[in-house]
């Protein structure tokens, strides 16, 4: 099972550059999800999804687009990269809360974007 | 707003022994669910325990259990006969109401198992 498949793991950018994160489930989730894991902030909600064509703003989502095209696929793009990105990012997954409220979020491996 | 705070930046155990990790939440939901993570060095995030507000019961699973408190809005996590695999970050969560999808982490605590 690939479960939650995030791509790449590592990347460099230059200030200003733009790039895109890739994630896909393979789990049929309708719920999806990127995170922003920071030294002593814990994870921290960037955007997330409950279906394709829907997308809502989390805790930080300033600098980040998302779209939902399709259940499988929910990507993160940085539009315009600043050093204050320099984090890891983390996509994640999980059934809907109304149809298994104990369901628990499945991540991907994580994404480490050092941005200069 | 929910909140989640992990007041216990590091902690450390001797193998064999438990150990218990805090965290407390806030939230004006009485329907809410609590989730702890593990985060070993390698950076995967490994879903370990659930527990729901109306449920009557501790949850536990193998050698973790949850001591859930919810008069005092708390939700340790409690593992018992520490191994030194047990070593990593441990974060709580929680996602407030069967509505919202959105789970809201902790700052972590890390967990040093020593032999």
């Known amino acids: 099972n690939a479960g939650v498949t995030q791509t790449p793991k590592f990347q460099v950018l230059k200030t200003g550059q733009s790039m895109t994160l890739q994630c896909a489930q393979d789990m049929n989730h309708e719920y999806m999800s990127w995170y922003r894991q920071d030294p002593g902030m814990g994870l921290r909600l960037i955007h997330y999804s409950v279906g394709a064509g829907i997308t809502d703003q989390g805790e930080v989502p300033n600098g980040y687009n998302v779209s939902r095209s399709t259940t499988e696929d929910f990507p993160l793009r940085l539009l315009s990269a600043a050093p204050s990105q320099t984090s890891v990012y983390f996509c994640?997954?999980?059934?809907?809360?109304?149809?298994?409220?104990?369901?628990?979020?499945?991540f991907g491996n994580g994404t480490r974007l050092t941005v200069t | 707003a929910q909140k989640i705070t992990q007041t216990q930046p590091g902690m450390f155990v001797q193998e064999k022994e438990a150990v218990t990790l805090d965290c407390t939440y806030d939230t004006s939901d009485q329907s809410y669910g609590l989730f702890w993570y593990k985060q070993p060095s390698s950076g995967e995030m490994i879903f370990l325990i659930y527990?729901?507000?109306?449920?009557?019961q501790n949850a536990t699973e193998g050698r973790y259990s949850l001591n859930f408190q919810k008069a005092r809005k708390s939700a340790n996590l409690v593992i018992s006969a520490s191994q030194l695999g047990d070593s990593a970050m441990y974060f709580c969560a929680m996602r407030e109401g069967w509505s919202t999808d959105k789970l809201i982490f902790g700052t972590g605590t890390r967990l040093q198992v020593f032999p």
């Open positions: 994640a997954s999980s059934l809907l809360a109304v149809s298994s409220y104990n369901s628990p979020l499945h």
């Open positions: 527990q729901g507000s109306y449920d009557e």
